[in-house]
């Protein structure tokens, strides 16, 4: 019974938050309850869009329409921004009357457009008329608020003085509770709506990391990874240099295809292993292991997860990832290898290379292949769920689709064949506190939009690139390459999205060259500290629990470097390519 409840609480969870999206959202505008018909009377249809001053629309903004002063109607604005309202007035009075569009919202001045009756539109008894409003950000209570609750989850966060899903949550509650108490009392405080925290969470990215993470889970039970170890020193034959650069290769390409954090929790007890076997430190492994991951997982919509926060927020699609940054993930990889043989050279030469076939038959023996047709079964799945990643964009599909498919299919396999106990696997290889994580992320960073503080940031991004292409890329990829190594990238990589999107539509020849500063940025930056990315602190908590630690410090000596010198690698090749 444990088990079973322990899988239904996140599913319970996930139908309450979708069943609080209401029939509207998504399509328009809400509209108020229909209006008493006077018979032989005028129809007007007033309608228009509510934007910012960034051209953006504005959802859940109030529209209130009046006609000489009398209030006739009062609307709300979807997530479009558009509005439609529709009465009626006696036969003639319209075409004298002088008609009033008020819009409001908090964190935003109040707007009003007034126009005469006959400057409408008019086809027999109906008149029309399309009316846009511009609304002017101000820093008021909500903005305030909004912005500290979000600082300090992001401290908690970043500074690991409580649980990320935990601090996450706090953020989305407080904002939600302080929206529905204080801000009923006072709309100045009114942060968000329910809604608008549901609509915020981007489930593309939600079932694509769960997708990958079922398949993973069943990959992981053919015993695939070990055996690839295995093959590593077996080709390498005693040569250590030569065995870490193969591994790193193997890390690289399967961080690509599969979730970095995943790869390193399946390699590093392999690693320690062998190192110990050939009386090297392991870090002098683990580390170069650790940044091939990073740097692989890159050079793909689905090898890390700002990269699919990207590829889903501003619409691109796997092709549009490996064309644009897997040739400068692979000359970064060419770059890891030198720096390798240069920061931990000495090291692998003083290994004790000793009975190397003898140790390779116990590899042979030990990391094997545990189910060649679950393996042949996994294979096959997962080709067929990279065929529809590559491809995509040609079905107009979202990617989280095909995990979702590959993951069923895989999971249904598994189970009928009776390999693989699903209870175990949805409790142990689904990471329930990471999608959590990221569906109040998600909120947190939708309230802070709603409030006004992003659409201040890309302001005083705009202001200091003066509009300049080159000045914004560099400080979108060396600000995100900084605060990804000392702080989780993913939090800030949600915080950027509507900035650099922004920044894509009104900076000249910008096309999605921003984009891939921001994800150069976060993921290489990543490498700079044992806290920059989530596969650092996964690979050196095993290490140190098996007893051999380093030190925040003593990790970034080594990564710091290879992090600079990578980010430089990715600001040249932005610059000179421009990838689109």
Not at 155 to 184: C, K, N, P
Not at 258 to 277: H, K, P, R, Y
Not at 404 to 427: F, H, S
Not at 503 to 525: D, H, K, Q, R, Y
Request: hydrophobic letters at 55%; proline letters at 3%; aromatic letters at 10%.
């Amino acid at each position: 019974m444990g088990a079973l409840r322990s899988l239904l609480i996140p599913i319970v969870a996930m139908m309450l938050f979708l069943s609080g999206i209401p029939a509207w959202a998504g399509h328009g505008a809400k509209s108020a309850p229909a209006k008493p018909v006077i018979p032989g009377g005028d129809t007007v249809n007033i309608s228009g869009t509510v934007l910012d001053t960034h051209q953006e629309p504005i959802n859940e903004a109030e529209v209130r329409i009046t006609v000489n002063g009398k209030a006739v109607d009062r609307v709300t604005t979807g997530h479009t921004g558009h509005y439609v309202s529709r009465f009626q007035l006696e036969k003639g009075e319209i075409s004298s009357a002088t008609v009033t569009v008020h819009a409001n919202k908090t964190s935003f001045e109040s707007q009003s457009m007034t126009f005469e009756g006959s400057e409408m539109a008019q086809k027999g008894d109906q008149y029309h008329i399309s009316e846009d409003l511009e609304l002017v950000r101000e820093l008021g209570p909500a903005f305030w608020i909004s912005t500290v609750v979000f600082i300090l989850a992001y401290v908690l966060i970043a500074f690991e003085l409580l649980h990320r899903t935990i601090a996450a949550m706090i953020g989305a509650a407080v904002m939600l509770v302080i929206s529905y108490t204080i801000g009923t009392l006072n709309p100045e405080y009114h942060i968000f709506s329910f809604e608008s925290a549901i609509s915020s969470i981007d489930m593309n990215v939600i079932f694509l990391l769960m997708g990958m993470m079922i398949i993973v889970g069943v990959l992981k039970h053919t015993g695939v990874f070990q055996w690839c170890a295995y093959i590593s020193y077996k080709l390498a034959r005693g040569k250590v240099f030569l065995l870490a650069v193969y591994l790193m290769i193997f890390t690289a390409v399967s961080s690509a295809f599969l979730d970095n954090v995943t790869t390193m929790l399946l390699l590093t007890g392999v690693a320690i292993e062998i190192s110990i076997s050939l009386s090297i430190n392991p870090l002098h492994l683990l580390i170069p292991l650790v940044l091939a991951s990073n740097v692989g997982g890159t050079a793909t919509l689905i090898g890390d997860p700002p990269n699919i926060m990207i590829g889903s927020y501003a619409g691109l699609t796997f092709m549009d990832f490996v064309v644009a940054l897997a040739l400068v993930c692979g000359v970064c990889m060419v770059l890891l290898v030198i720096f390798t043989r240069l920061v931990w050279g000495k090291a692998y030469a003083a290994a004790k290379v000793e009975n190397i076939q003898e140790y390779v038959q116990v590899l042979k023996e030990k990391y094997r292949i545990t189910d060649p047709r679950l393996l042949a079964y996994g294979l096959g799945v997962l080709g067929f769920a990279v065929f529809l990643f590559l491809s995509h964009g040609y079905w107009h599909m979202e990617v989280s689709v095909a995990a979702l498919m590959g993951a069923a299919v895989l999971l249904t396999i598994a189970i009928v064949t009776d390999k693989v106990d699903m209870i175990e696997l949805i409790e142990k290889d689904i990471e329930w506190p990471t999608l959590m994580f990221f569906i109040f992320l998600f909120m947190i960073v939708g309230a802070v939009e709603s409030s006004g503080l992003l659409a201040l940031i890309a302001d005083w991004i705009l202001d200091l690139s003066a509009g300049n292409f080159v000045v914004a890329c560099s400080l979108i990829l060396w600000v995100a390459a900084i605060m990804s190594a000392f702080v989780d990238n993913i939090p800030f990589t949600a915080t950027m999205l509507p900035i650099v999107a922004y920044l894509s539509g009104v900076i000249p020849g910008a096309e999605n060259t921003l984009w891939w500063a921001l994800a150069l940025g976060a993921c290489f930056g990543g490498n700079g500290t044992i806290i920059g990315a989530s596969a650092n602190v996964v690979t050196m908590g095993i290490a140190e629990a098996r007893g051999y630690r380093i030190s925040f410090l003593g990790f970034m000596k080594t990564a710091f470097p290879f992090m600079v010198i990578s980010v430089l690698v990715a600001h040249a090749w932005l610059l000179i390519f421009r990838p689109s």
